[in-house]
């Protein structure tokens, strides 16, 4: 199998696709919930999340390397059920569609804010260039994520210190316990790449270690933007607002809040090109149509639905996120379970751990839980 990618570039596959805009919303939980439930429920978020992606990889693996799950669920699930088939395409277009509009929605506003143009401006701006860049596939999609990841790091590190040194000090550990649920879904879903993963595998050209390397270091770049941003606007931002970057701005100054939009319409930038070239990647194996249509399929109605006077971009977050759980836990663990069944432990990605029906209903639990959490 050929190789497209370098292990660099496949990690910040992973990682630019699960930085999105839910990350903004995790201080607001976090300090309702408390700093120390926050920081554990993060790490097993991580831990569940690291679990399933590589489960991803696993059915990736075992499907000839596929770049899309619409060819891994109908080998591993479906088994030649054309209903199923296409009722998974029908509810993952839907899905991913209104992710999308989501996205294109949520960075009309940041542009329009940053160059004082008209959010439907701003809007056309992000579509063009970002469905532009999912045009010419996989590859350069891979090395754009590489770009805004740099770039995203030294955001991070600007807001840091920014914050740090405006600190008020640490807040108080403890926290009510209700929010904590509430926090776990809004971190598993900030962390989730689930459609990285497949492009990874595929570009990887069949090297597991690389692959292993890639999501584990993927979504612990992830984890740590998270606990950094919840920390630093923890200590420096009073009120924690919904949105963290409002009060986060207001408290250090218009630096932040140009910097912190700037964080924002890279990360779902990067979200959106990994997500787009799933669907386009599965229009193609649906329909058996050529590149430009199922490109076409995968950005243009997203686009549309953004321009409508539909639900905000919260809301549909949260349509997205629930669904996107539910598809999870209840398709890929099953499947994966399926694929592994008659595997020799030597070549699973995850071991000789990697049969445990523990482990596999253990995850499909706690996805199901994410499901809830994000509907609170």
Known sequence: MQKELSTLQATCLVAGAGIGGGVMAVPYLAQRA???????????????TVVLHIMVA???????????????????????????????????????????AAYVAGSGEILAGLIDIPITGGMIIF?????????????????????????????VAIMAVLSFMHSGGLPALGGE??????VYGMIMFSLSSLFAVPQAASGLGGSRKKLLRSVTAGLGINLC???????CVLISSQPVTEVAIVGWAKALGPVVNVVGSLFIFGAM??????????????????????????WLVATLPAFIIAL????GFLELMQIAGGATAVIVALLVVPAYRNSVRLASHP????????????LAFAVMLMYILMAVASFM
């Open 58 to 100: 696993e059915l990736s693996v075992r499907t000839d390397y596929s770049s899309e799950l619409l060819s891994v669920f109908t080998k591993h699930l479906f088994r030649g059920k054309q209903p199923l088939r296409i009722g998974f395409y029908a509810l993952m277009a839907l899905t991913l569609v209104c992710n999308l």
């Open 34 to 48: 408390g700093l120390a439930s926050t920081l554990v429920v993060a790490v097993i978020a991580y831990a569940v």
């Open 308 to 311: 409508l006077p539909t639900a």
């Open 269 to 294: 930038l990067g979200t959106f090109w990994s997500i787009s070239l799933q669907l386009c990647d599965m229009t193609g194996a649906f329909f058996k149509s050529n590149h430009t249509i199922s």
């Open 347 to 358: 070549q699973m990605l995850l071991g000789r751990i990697g049969k445990s029906k523990t």
């Open 127 to 155: 579509f063009v260039f970002a469905a532009f860049v999912v045009f010419l596939g996989l590859r350069k999609v891979a090395a754009n994520e590489v770009i805004v990841m740099a770039i995203i790091v030294v955001f």
């Open 225 to 231: 933007v998270i606990a950094i941003i919840t920390i």
């Open 177 to 182: 316990p209700q929010p904590v649920l509430a």
